[in-house]
T-cell receptor, first 112, second 114 residues
Framework: QQQVKQSPQSLIVQKGGIPIINCAYE??????FPWYQQFPGKGPALLIA?????SEKKEGRFTISFNKSAKQFSLHIMDSQPGDSATYFC???????????FGPGTSLSVIP | NAGVTQTPKFQVLKTGQSMTLQCAQD?????MSWYRQDPGMGLRLIHY???????DQGEVPNGYNVSRSTTEDFPLRLLSAAPSQTSVYFC?????????????FGEGSWLTVV
């Protein structure tokens, strides 16, 4: 019940496309859903996060969509660029002070 | 502001050897943790600490020890290295708040056990 599922494992899109990465969870106590971005040879870094009281959050070209009833959330990258090529992790935690559980990651390649 | 600093960046060990991965943070965060990253497995929590003198096991603790004598430092010890411990290790720190628990990661330590 602590698991966070993520798909697809890898994704290739052309520049300007809109890659979508999907995540699902089982634990209804989760109330914080961050996305982390990791470039090769670097540690992950927080990209954007959402709480379950809203259905969508936008920051620049990145949007999280959240469906509480389906226990699913997704990351959309508008007008994707080659510089967005990275591994993306969704995550979830049950409370501000609880451990963060990560999905297995999605390797995104944006080709020119 | 250095954030989370890990050393060494790369290390090759022989099976059975022991070593310590060092981690230090300068953000005065209460929480520190160690993750390992393996292809297709994501980030798996090894051990974590919610403050000096307090540690607990994560998802994959076997073969690893930690201690937290200060707020700043959280070393990870491999007791008797095995090839299955070949991985990339990330140290992280955070200060949970009502708005969420943002984790700050180090740049990683690449460990190969032969």
């Amino acid at each position: 019940q602590q698991q966070v599922k993520q798909s697809p494992q890898s994704l290739i899109v052309q520049k300007g496309g809109i890659p979508i990465i999907n995540c699902a969870y089982e634990n209804t106590a989760f109330d914080y859903f961050p996305w982390y971005q990791q470039f090769p040879g670097k540690g992950p870094a927080l990209l954007i996060a959402i709480r379950p009281d809203v259905s969508e959050k936008k920051e620049g070209r990145f949007t999280i969509s959240f469906n509480k009833s389906a226990k699913q959330f997704s990351l959309h990258i508008m007008d994707s660029q080659p510089g967005d090529s990275a591994t993306y992790f969704c995550a979830a935690s049950a409370a501000s002070y609880d451990k963060v559980i990560f999905g297995p990651g999605t390797s995104l390649s944006v080709i020119p | 502001n250095a954030g989370v600093t890990q050393t060494p960046k790369f290390q090759v060990l022989k099976t059975g050897q022991s070593m310590t991965l060092q981690c230090a943070q300068d953000m005065n965060h209460e929480y520190m943790s160690w993750y390992r990253q393996d292809p297709g497995m994501g980030l798996r929590l090894i051990h974590y600490s919610v403050g000096a003198g307090i540690t607990d096991q994560g998802e994959v603790p076997n073969g690893y020890n930690v201690s937290r004598s200060t707020t700043e430092d959280f070393p990870l010890r491999l007791l008797s290295a095995a090839p299955s411990q070949t991985s990339v290790y990330f140290c992280a720190s955070s200060r949970p708040s009502l708005s969420g628990n943002t984790i700050y990661f180090g740049e990683g330590s690449w460990l190969t056990v032969v």
